[in-house]
């Protein structure tokens, strides 16, 4: 399938799951996106957040140290 159009959340939160993959920073997706097609940056800027948050969720607290 081709994408031309970046206005689809599930498409985008496939790409922000990629980006290690792909090399790519999360604070320059807007810019490689839209080097391919429109990009629907409220809806990028949203899905963005929600990545983040959840990154924020799965990272362990830093253990106590014992005194």
């Not at 959340?9 to 922000?16: F, L």
């Not at 807007?30 to 969720?57: K, M, N, T, Y």
């Amino acid at each position: 399938m081709l994408i031309t159009r970046f206005d689809d959340r599930r498409v985008i939160g496939a790409i922000i799951a990629q980006l290690p993959e792909l090399g790519w920073e999360l604070d320059d997706l807007d810019v490689h996106l839209s080097l391919h097609g429109p990009v629907d940056l409220d809806l990028l800027q949203e899905c963005i957040r929600e990545a983040s948050a959840a990154a924020q969720a799965t990272v362990p607290p830093p253990l106590a140290h014992a005194a």
